[in-house]
């Protein structure tokens, strides 16, 4: 015979305002989405980063890595990002058809900035290679 067990989980999650291309897991136990604005707001959209603390169930506006986003995307897709991979809990690299550059942040996501790389190229995912980063 087996004993029967009540498993309760809470499911609860906030909806996010606009229409995300990318959630990865970050530091600490957070998610991070990035996506297109609302689709209430007119042409040309924008790109939004969320960051969440709590397993998704609330999203906070990521507003400093949405100012690089659109300051690095010029008239690119909204989809442009491509991969939102962390390797070590303060350094995060967002990247994608950005033209010759990524992102990156040393500080856990706080602040963002351009890092050039040698040549226009489109990147689908990033990992880790060794103990860089």
């Not at 305002?17 to 924008?46: M, N």
């Not at 960051?51 to 906070?60: A, F, I, K, L």
């Not at 939102?84 to 967002?94: F, M």
């Not at 990147?123 to 980063?133: F, T, V, W, Y």
């Amino acid at each position: 015979m087996v004993a029967a067990s009540s498993v309760s989980a809470d499911l609860t999650v906030e909806a996010i305002d606009a229409q995300i291309h990318v959630v990865a897991p970050g530091p600490g136990g957070e998610w991070w989405a990035i996506g297109e604005e609302s689709f209430e707001v007119p042409e040309p959209r924008g790109i939004e980063a969320f960051r969440s603390t709590d397993e998704g169930r609330t999203w906070q506006r990521a507003t400093d890595l949405s100012r690089v986003l659109n300051t690095a995307w010029g008239e690119r897709s909204p989809s442009a990002i491509h991969s939102l991979t962390w390797y070590t809990p303060e350094v995060g690299i967002a990247a994608g058809s950005l033209g010759p550059w990524g992102l990156r942040t040393t500080d856990a996501g706080t602040t963002w900035r351009a890092v050039p790389l040698f040549d226009e190229k489109s990147i689908g995912a990033l990992e880790r290679a060794g103990s860089r980063s």
